[in-house]
């Protein structure tokens, strides 16, 4: 069961990245994009993810992913329930959305000071 502890280090500490609190909801940041935000009560973290494989992510783990409000279907955005999500996938999730926001050059250079990701 993955925890707001076990990423927030992470996200912290990724490049250009930087965490701000909005209405009492944890969100990481690059520039003015959110690319993970976290519920109030820390059970659901959403995510930066490609919309043309979104629906195939909710479909194949509907008790770890969900759409996100019908409002925030025209953004790049998926919901996870954080006790589905073990440690290691809920960082890879953070990692990989937060390579969606930043330039190749930044996340090629992360991708080489860890070759095992961020597990």
């Avoid at 290691?88 to 992360?110: G, I, S």
């Amino acid at each position: 069961m993955a925890t707001l502890d076990d990423v927030r280090p992470l996200g912290s500490s990724l490049e250009r990245s930087y965490e701000v609190y909005v209405r009492d909801r944890l969100k990481f940041r690059v520039g003015n994009i959110v690319y993970a935000a976290f519920s109030a009560d820390e059970t659901i973290m959403g995510f930066g993810f490609p919309k043309d494989e979104r629906d195939a992510l909710v479909a194949g783990e509907p008790h770890k992913f969900l759409l996100p409000r019908t409002s925030d279907l025209r953004f790049h955005w998926v919901h996870a329930r954080l006790t589905a999500l073990d440690p290691a996938e809920a960082r890879e999730l953070v990692v990989d959305a937060w390579r969606m926001c930043v330039p190749q050059k930044v996340w090629r250079a992360y991708d080489l000071t860890h070759p095992d990701g961020p597990g």
